[in-house]
């Protein structure tokens, strides 16, 4: 299995002695908020977009037949829209463990729709994590979806709360409208 990123992220104290800061979600933590939080607001990140790269052995597949979820791959010039969450850096103890298949935090600047930037969280996989996919055909990946499934649900679920969550934000991302629009019809 995996990498168990717990104890790794555990030490990155950066927030620590804040007594809240901001969190962005760009995959399930925008439409699947089961933490406290103070306030919430759409926001975006620079130079990042959104990819369906990430393997899940543990919430959306399981380590036979892993899903795929999203991940951020560096992009220069790209946006990539979400929802920030400002929390208490005591609420990082239980987002390290959801996000424990292969997700490290990361500082990252956030924006806010009109009311400037502030320093915050992503929680990233990348490439050299052992859960990561990388790109494929598109048929590839959304076949792929179709069939996962593991303890926090299917795959395809994920990604039709994604789309969803994206559209009530007023967010069009091509990355995942396409793998929607791709998905096999459910027989
Ligand atoms: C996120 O939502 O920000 C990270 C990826 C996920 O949990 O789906």
């Not at 933590?29 to 306030?39: G, R, Y």
């Not at 791959?73 to 463990?97: F, K």
């Not at 050299?128 to 649900?153: K, R, V, Y």
């Not at 990355?175 to 459910?186: E, F, K, R, T, Y």
Request: proline share 5%.
């Amino acid at each position: 299995m995996t990498f168990d990123t717990t104890t790794h992220n555990s030490r990155m104290t950066h927030f620590d002695q804040h007594e809240s800061f901001w969190l962005f979600g760009y995959g399930s933590l925008i439409w699947k908020a089961d933490f406290p939080f103070l306030e919430r607001k759409p926001a975006w990140i620079e130079h990042w977009s959104r990819r369906f790269w990430q393997g899940s052995h543990d919430h959306r597949g399981t380590p036979e037949t892993p899903g795929r979820v999203v991940t951020l791959i560096r992009d220069q010039g790209a946006h990539c829209y979400g929802m920030a969450y400002r929390i208490q850096p005591t609420v990082l103890r239980q987002l390290d463990i959801r996000e424990k298949n292969g997700y490290l935090r990361e500082r990252v600047p956030i924006h806010f729709t009109s009311t400037g930037s502030a320093e915050g969280l992503i929680y990233l996989a990348t490439p050299d994590n052992d859960a990561f996919l990388g790109e494929a055909p598109l048929t590839a990946m959304a076949g792929q979806i179709a069939q996962a499934e593991g303890p926090s649900g299917s795959n395809r679920e994920y990604l039709l709360n994604l789309e969803r969550a994206l559209d009530d934000l007023g967010v069009s991302d091509g990355h995942v409208s396409a793998l929607a629009a791709a998905l096999p019809a459910i027989r």
